[in-house]
RNA sequence: GGAAGGGUGGCUGAGUGGUCUAAAGCGCAUGCUUGGAGAGCAUGAGUCGGGGAAACUCGACCGCGAGUUCGAAUCUCGCCCCUUCCGCCA
């Protein structure tokens, strides 16, 4: 959420910076309720001035007559004072709904764009690995798809997870479970001594969290939600930045780092005969996050912003992934978020970059909705602002790791990085894979 | 799921319809005092919004939301959360 006065001082940035991204709103409207709302909120004052002193006065009175007197005045302005805050109730309503939907203003480095086929190349890795369309990767037989290759090994049964569990449903077995387990291991080491405090955060969260995420009210039909009225968590992040909601924070602690793991769950609805085999787009999956507070300032952000997409990419140089980073245009950015980098690691069966990691920062959007704020150094409290990245997300991980390191015979060398955990270099055909 | 009791400022806690403009204590800040600290004394201090150059001033905020009333921290209703006990349970 921007700050109405913001909007009001600078309408036309905040129009170019919802066409960029692509998103309808109607400014002129938000700013004429504004004007409402404020012409009415003056008179509401105004009244409840009033009356308060006429409170006064008829405590204080010396006689009945004149207690009656001020009583009966006072029903008249009362009756005023109910209509003038029956409309405000109405003005707020729709000025509320308005108000959500303002999309904060992406950074002037972000590309002009339609939908992520637009997204720009801003680096890739290894750095040599050909030109733009080049394969970084080279097979001198043609490679087998993730899906078939998790298949040959038994690390998965998609069959029985659709069963079981229905579409996009999975079970991951043997050294697909193994994996899955190193991997997490993994990133929890390397995480170990980077500043970020381990979390593991719930799943199942109320609505409050999800409103000040940005992912609520748009999204409501990517969310699973319970009788209960709670809503399944596609991320961390929710459950991790609701954590200081309406807490002030000491400055001194900033920035907060967060490394937190937790089951995810997102519908993926409009995303059928997308990736619809194998276990690349998911309904449930684990993820470990990165997500951060930091003071109130663009530089802060900005450099904190390319820490934690350099963590994400340690991890895939560590995995010996080849890896490309991607500036998501306008239109691939959320309502909230100011500039976003995607992850791709190779996909050698697509030909393909695929997201892994997915890195953005919002300046104040989130905390202003969370009212996580700290005292600055002149003593006024400001909002925080926050960040967040994938750490590691499995298994979608998986996909692109036995890809790459698939031979001609179908086993699958295991990254080093992974071996000592999984007590082996490599998964072939071999007792408890088949 | 059942029963009971609660939610008041940074914290403890008083307040059951009208100067509540929220007592008191603790803690905090500043000053006096001191060689320094402590104690003591004095003063001050919340957040959000409106008006104002400022001093200042008006309004809102006692878990959240509705209602009753000229007037609500206080009464009524709904919801959320916490505590204790019972039940269930990895």
Excluded at 235 to 252: H, P, Q, R, S
Excluded at 386 to 391: F, G, I
Aim: proline share 4%; charged share 30%; with cysteine.
């Amino acid at each position: 959420m921007l700050d109405v006065k913001f909007i009001r001082e600078n309408k036309d940035i905040v129009a170019a910076g919802a066409k960029k991204k692509r998103i309808e709103v109607d400014l002129d409207r938000l700013i004429a309720l504004d004007d409402k709302r404020r012409e009415l909120q003056a008179k509401i004052d105004e009244k409840r001035a009033e009356q308060n002193a006429a409170s006064n006065a008829i405590a204080t009175a010396r006689s009945d007559a004149e207690r009656q007197e001020i009583i009966a005045r006072m029903q008249d302005v009362k009756e005023t004072l109910r209509l003038e805050e029956e409309s405000m109730q109405e003005i707020l309503k729709e000025w509320r709904s308005l108000m959500v939907q303002v999309p904060n203003i992406p950074d002037i480095s972000v590309p002009e764009g339609d939908s992520d086929a637009d997204n720009k190349e801003v680096r890739r890795w290894p750095a040599q690995s050909g030109v733009e369309g080049g394969e970084p990767v080279k097979f001198d037989f043609e490679p087998k798809s993730h899906t078939e290759l998790l298949l040959l090994h038994d690390m998965a049964d998609y069959e029985r997870g659709a069963k079981v569990s229905g579409f996009r449903g999975y079970f991951l077995k043997n050294d697909g479970a193994r994996m899955v387990w190193a991997l997490e291991r993994f990133v929890q080491d390397r995480f170990a001594d980077k500043g970020f405090t381990p979390m593991i955060v719930p799943s199942l969260v109320r609505r409050e969290a999800f409103i000040g995420t940005g992912y609520l009210p748009q999204g409501e039909d990517d969310l699973y939600k319970t009788q209960d009225g709670e809503y399944l968590a596609g991320t961390a992040e929710v459950a991790t930045m609701g954590y200081y909601m309406d807490e002030t924070l000491d400055k001194n602690d900033l920035p907060l780092k967060f490394f937190s793991f937790s089951p995810c769950y997102r519908r993926e609805a409009g995303s059928h005969g997308k990736d619809a085999k194998g276990i690349f787009r998911i309904h449930e999956f684990l993820k470990y996050e990165q997500v951060v507070l930091c003071e109130a300032s663009h530089e802060e952000s900005a450099r904190l912003h390319e820490e934690i997409t350099a963590n994400a990419e340690e991890l895939l140089q560590e995995l010996g992934l080849p890896y490309r980073v991607v500036i998501n245009c306008g239109a691939d950015l959320g309502l909230g978020q100011v500039k976003k980098f995607d992850v791709e690691a190779w996909m050698p069966s697509e030909k393909k970059y695929r997201e892994t990691h997915s890195s953005s920062y919002f300046h104040d959007f989130q905390t202003r909705r969370l009212n996580i704020r700290y005292r600055g150094e002149d003593g006024a409290l400001r909002y925080a602002h926050s960040l967040n990245n994938t750490a590691l997300a499995t298994p979608r991980i998986l996909c692109q790791i036995v890809e790459n390191n698939q031979r001609p015979d179908g086993s699958i060398a295991i990254p080093k990085a992974l071996q000592s955990c999984m007590g082996k270099e490599t998964i072939d055909h071999g007792p408890g894979n088949r």
